[in-house]
């Protein structure tokens, strides 16, 4: 099974600043790795797929970069409605793995 | 407009069964991959089980192989989960989710084991 980790689990920023986080795999996934963003109380939405693709409809604000083992979800000037947390999810193979989780919170 | 709605959720106790559907509308279910995906409270999401379009392949995350059972009926565009032996652990809000990476989700549906 392949172990996601993210980074950091918590992460403040004011509004407009922009916001980094980080997905890591303990093998490689080459770019099947995906992101997604969940608010209290609602299902998880894709924002990112083969590590790099914006999902429908996701604004150019979000954008994702790595391959293999390491990942990286960019946010530039962060807006109120971007306040979430985020997993990314490996799909290179069964069992799917998520991460843990990185909450984005308002600084 | 593309939707999946689970239901079948509800408290149950340790050791019994239930049986989740999810009903699928807007997109051509049998293009999919389908999966089962949870989140217990407060916590983050895990994986449960997946099925291929045609059924061919099916797989389990190692909490639940041998107690849960994923299911297909293309002609219904429905997806199923039966779980048996059910756990405390097995609390949650279980999702389904259309896609390899998970393009189409449910709204969820709460199990809650306890006695």
Redesign the interface.
């Known amino acids: 099974?392949k172990v996601m980790t993210q980074s950091p689990a918590t992460l403040s920023v004011f509004p407009g600043e922009r916001a980094t986080l980080s997905c890591r795999a303990s093998q490689s996934i080459s770019t099947?790795l995906?992101w997604?963003q969940q608010k209290p109380g609602q299902?998880?939405?894709?924002l990112i797929?083969?590590a790099s693709t914006r999902?429908?409809g996701i604004p150019a604000r979000f954008s994702g970069s790595g391959s293999g083992t390491e990942f990286t979800l960019t946010i530039s000037s962060l807006q109120s409605e971007d306040f979430a947390v985020y997993?990314c999810?490996q799909?290179n193979n069964?069992?799917?793995?998520?991460?843990?989780?990185t909450k984005l919170e308002i600084k | 407009e593309v939707q999946l709605v689970e239901s079948g959720g509800g408290l149950v106790q340790p050791g019994r069964s239930l049986r989740l559907s999810c009903a699928a509308s807007g997109f051509t279910f049998d293009d999919y991959a389908m999966h089962w995906v949870r989140q217990a409270p407060g916590k983050g999401l895990e994986w449960v089980s997946g099925i291929t379009s045609n059924s061919d392949t099916i797989g389990y995350a190692d909490s639940v192989r041998g107690r849960f059972t994923t299911s297909r009926d293309n002609a219904k565009h429905s997806l199923y989960l039966q779980m048996n032996s059910l756990r405390v652990e097995d609390t949650a809000v279980y999702y389904c989710g259309g896609g390899d990476a998970f393009d189409i989700w449910g709204q969820g549906t709460m199990v809650t084991v306890s006695s």
């Open positions: 099974e099947n995906a997604y299902a998880p939405r894709l797929y083969g999902a429908t997993h999810q799909y069964w069992p799917y793995t998520f991460g843990q989780g």
